[in-house]
């Protein structure tokens, strides 16, 4: 298994891993046009192919977003998860973000790791951008979770 930065070469695998999420409405869908755009984001584990993504998503200068956090339903449960949120955030720390969050249907995931829940109306409101296109909108069941660095 080897954790990396994404390639461009990792786009349509990411794509697919995501939208298969996206479909069964546990995230929101992403454009391979977007992915492209933000490969900078994200990070992969592959074992032969992408089995696991999530990016980092600057908002600010002290606020970063993980987001499209998804691992192939059959390496479930061996630390890939953890492994890819570890590594967005040893790069915010890199960068200097302070706080780091996260909307999610699986919060205790993310207090695992340390998070802690927030009420969404307490992030600014650029964050709520992406929100307009995504299906389950203005009926979000997601919980925001954050962590100080």
Not at 9 to 37: C, H, T, W
Not at 39 to 59: M, N, P, Q, S, Y
Request: include cysteine; aromatic fraction near 8%; charge should be neutral.
């Amino acid at each position: 298994m080897i954790l990396r930065k994404a390639r461009t070469k990792d786009v349509k695998e990411i794509y697919n891993l995501v939208n298969r999420f996206a479909q069964r409405g546990e995230m929101l869908p992403r454009s391979q046009s977007e992915l492209y755009e933000n490969l900078r984001d994200f990070f992969v584990v592959e074992e032969g192919k992408v089995i696991g993504c999530c990016a980092l998503h600057i908002l600010w200068d002290d606020l970063g977003e993980v987001k499209s956090l998804a691992v192939e339903e059959t390496h479930q449960g061996k630390g890939i998860g953890r492994m890819l949120v570890n590594a967005c955030l040893e790069e915010a720390r890199e960068l200097g973000i302070r706080k780091v969050f996260a909307l999610t249907f699986r919060p205790t995931f993310f207090e695992k790791l340390g998070f802690k829940p927030i009420d969404k109306e307490n992030l600014p409101r650029k964050v709520w951008g992406e929100c307009i296109k995504c299906p389950l909108f203005p009926d979000c069941k997601e919980e925001a979770v954050i962590l100080e660095l």
